[in-house]
């Protein structure tokens, strides 16, 4: 990979409306054993990516030190935003598939990647202030965002709330939009997390049954679950934003919604988004479940190749 460009932004940016008591700690390791196992791990797996390797920045915010990657092309920028317990790495296939394309990929604050916080983001409006501040020390005026899950929220928030650089959002299965079913989340996440210890045999059968392909990539799928063992994260809750944050949203927005999804009821999320998103195409995902980006990625990538088309 290429090496770190350092670049110093320090925007004057308010931040508020909770007190230090109520807010929940940075996101931070148990160790720096296991934050060096993690990194030693996301290194492999940077790798194996096909394709050349991108360049690593990192942008000094008001909550931290932010880490992105850059794979130069051409066009509005394309800036990638993961989902929970996984980094940047995870967005490399979508590099190579749209290689004509100026892509960035951001770790999220607060999250197991490489961005280090250094203050509390407590709610929708520190994610927004935290990646507009982050976009600024990337001098990128305007940027069409792509979320998944966590990554969704936080483009749905800068939307919201710091909308000046955002051109438009491809939401892949995001939340922000519907509640969080967790029981059911949980009942599909433990055994996507406990399957990463089976033997590949097994693996690749839950990975069917799982609707995850990344369970067949040892790598990858122990990574997810050091990241979710050794890390406590430091983003707030994933609520839905209110009815007045989701209209506030101006920008075209392309919601990619999985028919099967395990966090979030498909029909609500749809439902809520056509009634509240000015903007909003909607296009169900037929018997994809969460992990979408992976299994679907030839979709996923179909739809975000439009940016500018």
């Known amino acids: 990979m290429a090496a770190v460009t350092l670049v110093v932004f320090n925007p004057n940016v308010t931040r508020g409306g909770t007190s230090d008591a109520d807010r929940p700690r940075v996101g931070r390791w148990r160790s720096e054993r296991a934050a060096a196992r993690f990194r030693m791990m996301e290194d492999s797996l940077w790798r194996e990516a096909t394709g050349p390797a991108p360049t690593a920045i990192d942008v000094h915010t008001h909550f931290g030190v932010t880490r992105a990657y850059r794979w130069p092309g051409a066009g509005t920028p ?11 790495v995870s967005w490399a296939p979508y590099a190579q598939t749209l290689s004509s394309r100026d892509v960035y990929a951001v770790d999220i604050m607060g999250d197991a990647g490489r961005s ?17 501040e982050t976009l600024a020390g990337l001098r990128l005026d305007r940027a069409h965002l792509v979320g998944h899950s966590l990554g969704g929220f936080v483009a749905l928030s800068t939307a919201a709330y710091r909308p000046n650089r955002v051109s438009s959002l491809v939401l892949l299965d995001p939340a922000g939009i519907a509640p969080l079913q967790m029981l059911r989340f949980m009942m ?26 990344l369970l067949e990539n040892k790598r990858a799928s122990r990574l997810l679950l050091h990241g979710m063992v050794r890390h406590a994260p430091g983003f707030p809750l994933l609520k839905p934003l209110d009815d007045g944050e989701l209209r506030a949203v101006s920008v075209p927005v392309t919601l990619l919604i999985a028919t099967e999804s395990e966090p979030f009821d498909p029909n609500l999320l749809a439902a809520r988004a056509e009634a509240l998103l000015p903007q ?14 992976v299994s679907h990625l030839d979709v996923c990538a179909a739809h975000i190749a439009l940016a500018d088309a």
């Open 78 to 88: 394309i800036v990638f935003l993961h989902g929970g317990r996984m980094t940047s």
């Open 116 to 132: 280090q916080p250094t203050a509390r983001l407590t709610c929708a409006t520190d994610m927004a202030a935290w990646l507009d």
């Open 188 to 213: 599909w996440g433990l055994p996507v997390l406990l399957g990463s210890l089976a033997p590949a045999r097994v693996r690749r059968v839950l990975a069917r049954r799982l609707r995850n392909p």
């Open 280 to 293: 909003v195409s909607i296009e169900h995902v037929p018997d994809a479940g969460h992990a979408l980006t």
